[in-house]
């Protein structure tokens, strides 16, 4: 089988859009594919976080994971910091990738704004960690959104640059996995912009923590328009927060626009939401449930990371110290 890598950061409770623009495909993606699913610690520092609280947010983060389908005993949980090779395979990349690449990273531009002077050097240089996350374990699939697929190019361009200094085919070309409906679930209070466990309000996202009282509440107070729901996916059509609910709608039932609107066309917001906030409660119901039952017990929650960075390590040290040989680095 592919071996998959794919990973998220731990710097919040995991939201609506987590689960349906990707850890709903990792799940499904377990069932065909040998996956390694990372809480990516090392890149939640490259911004400013709270020391004090990031173990906890890493260990919530596994157990909403594990609750949601993960399964760490037939695949592999972990947080990154504890397998070292992602760190020496990401200097390498470090030396291997060019300032003209990184510069023309999106992303970089979009997180730094106008303070990019500002900035850690790690937020600038994290796409070559994410290239080192993939290639230590030469998985060769990545699940990503569309907003991520530059950095896939980025470690395909880095990949093939080391392949060619250290003249092998070392490392395997990788695959980018755009995958799902609801691959962009939009805030809550403004169908522009993506929901994010970053946004100051929490009235922008539906946490996978939510209970049935507070989601309800979100939903009722989410941002829509005058207008009724149309009958055809065209009428969608500038309208974002309209088009958003629609799709989330979708994407829980297993459906798509047309399905939503054939059900639910002509129906003012009151009712259609009443129907939305139903239907996102008993999806989400379990993940709450079992989220909680595992963090009952959070040193069975370590002991899976643990375990998970054990097995890890092994794929991935190996193939790192392969790689520090053809760069010429003395092993004795």
Known sequence: MQRIFSGIQPTGVPHLGNYLGAVRNWVALQKNHD??????????????HDHRTLAAQTRDLAASLIACGIDPEKHILFNQSAVHAHVRLGWIFTCVARMGWLNRMTQFKDKAGKDRENVSTGLFTYPNLMAADILAY??????????????????????AKFNH???????????PLILGPAARVMSLRDGAKKMSKSDASDQSRINLTDDAETIALKI???????????????????????????????????????????????????????????????KLAPIASETRRLLGDPGHVDAI??????????????IVT???????????
């Open 305 to 318: 990371l643990r375990d998970g960075a054990a097995r890890a390590a092994a794929i991935a040290d190996p």
């Open 220 to 282: 009722k107070r989410a941002k829509t328009d005058a207008e009724p729901l149309p009958s055809e996916p065209a009428g969608l059509e500038a309208r974002p927060e309209a088009r958003n609910l629609v799709g989330i709608y979708a994407a829980l039932q297993d459906t798509d626009h047309t399905g939503v609107l054939r059900e639910h066309g002509g129906k003012g917001f009151g009712a259609f939401k009443d129907s939305l906030a139903a239907l996102v409660v008993e």
């Open 35 to 48: 996956c390694l699913y990372c809480v990516v610690d090392l890149h939640a520092i490259t911004a400013a």
């Open 138 to 159: 030469h998985a060769t699939r990545v699940p990503v959104g569309d907003d991520q697929k530059q950095h896939i190019e980025l470690a395909n361009d880095i990949r």
């Open 165 to 175: 200094d250290f003249e092998t085919d070392f490392f395997p070309e990788i695959e």
């Open 322 to 332: 392969e790689a520090e040989r053809l760069v010429g680095f003395l092993r004795p």
